[in-house]
């Protein structure tokens, strides 16, 4: 198993941050939270909820695949939530969080299915954020990283301010060449690069942003293999990975239609594996977002890793983006919990 050291893929951030002291005095009220009945703690400095002023929120959702104008107008479903839902026994929805994570991580499981045991998921702001916080935890100023010779433009616009050089991989049609990638490692020279060796790969393996490239399976174990090889951490930014198209039968001709899937277990199948599907070391964090298959306004996501990973995002949280907006992640739930 891939853990977090101070020699290796630590950075002071990932290292150094403990549990939050305002989140800590949660434990202290009886229903471990700070809302114990009868008593309004000081600490946090949130409003009794009996002041939040949203009593009811009211969704329509259309039905799964009817979603031109007209055909929302005439299906679907009216779903309601209402503030004390959970209190009295309405809706398995409380506090949030708890509810669309589990729903992530069976989805996840379902889906990707990592081939270990510890890890888990958290849920983060969208992609870019979680990229934010990965850099944050995986490098410290002046480190290289591994990644596409032309990449998402937001993975130089984040680490550059955080003293991050790259180190391009050749791509073809089918995204990073392994044995560029292993030639780079291989010839690693300290002394004039003046940095370690890169021990983190960013590679965006479905759609690619700018080249739409995907990977195929033996690409993504041969990448796999080399990362084995010089004990490279991978951060896997995959926001495309349901829109998957049949490859290209080139200029000119026409693109291959994928037939209509059965069941979604049929179309997982027609899938290609992620690096997580194919992570035995636990050396892989993966970044979903609901971005680009729901809407870029829940600004919700998650990430999966090993459970000391994902710790390291739970305790930056704490002091970042806490979560994802309750807005957000009641409407998702509803959406894909009861909606669909
Ligand atoms: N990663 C890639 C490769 C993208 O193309 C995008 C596009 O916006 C993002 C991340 C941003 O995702 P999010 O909206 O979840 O922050």
């Not at 403990?18 to 409003?47: H, Q």
């Not at 690693?188 to 790969?201: F, N, Q, R, V």
């Not at 290209?248 to 209509?260: F, I, M, R, V």
Request: hydrophobic residues 35%.
């Amino acid at each position: 198993m891939v853990m977090l050291t101070a020699s290796r893929l630590g950075s002071r951030l990932a290292l150094g941050t403990g549990k939050t002291e305002v989140k800590d005095m949660g434990s202290y009220t009886e229903l471990g939270s700070f809302f114990k009945e009868g008593i309004l703690s000081l600490g946090p400095g949130a409003p009794s909820s009996q002041y939040y002023p949203f009593d009811d929120i009211s969704l329509k959702i259309p039905s799964i695949g009817r979603f031109t104008e007209a055909e929302f107008m005439d299906s679907g479903v009216r779903v309601e939530t209402r503030k004390y839902d959970m209190k009295e026994s309405r809706s398995m929805y409380g506090t949030g969080s708890t509810q669309l994570l589990d729903f992530v991580t069976e989805h996840t499981k379902l889906v990707h299915d990592p081939p270990y045991l510890d890890w888990q998921c958290v849920l983060t702001g969208g992609n870019t954020s979680a990229l934010d916080l990965a850099f944050r935890t995986f490098t410290e100023r002046g480190s290289y990283i591994l990644v596409d010779e032309y990449t998402y433009p937001t993975a130089f616009e984040t680490g550059y301010p955080l003293g991050i050089r790259y180190a391009a991989i050749r791509i073809d049609e089918e995204g990073p060449l392994p044995e560029h990638m292993d030639e780079i490692l291989e010839n690693w020279d300290e002394k004039t690069k003046g940095a370690k060796k890169p021990h983190i790969l960013y590679t965006v393996p479905t759609g690619q942003n700018p080249s739409g490239a995907t990977q195929g399976l033996e690409r993504r174990r041969n990448i796999y293999r080399i990362a084995q090889k010089h004990d490279v951490y991978i951060l896997e930014d995959d926001p495309y990975y349901f829109i998957q198209m049949l490859p290209s039968t080139g200029s000119g001709k026409e693109q291959l239609k994928p037939s209509a899937p059965t069941s979604p277990s049929a179309f997982v199948e027609t899938l290609v594996p992620s690096f997580l599907r194919l992570d035995t070391d636990g050396r892989v964090l993966r970044m979903d977002s609901f971005s680009k298959i729901i809407a870029p306004g829940t600004r919700t996501g998650w990430v999966t890793a090993s459970q000391q990973i994902v710790d390291r995002f739970v305790r930056a949280h704490e002091t970042s983006l806490q979560n994802p907006s309750g807005f957000s992640q009641i409407m998702l739930f509803k959406l894909l919990r009861e909606g669909w």
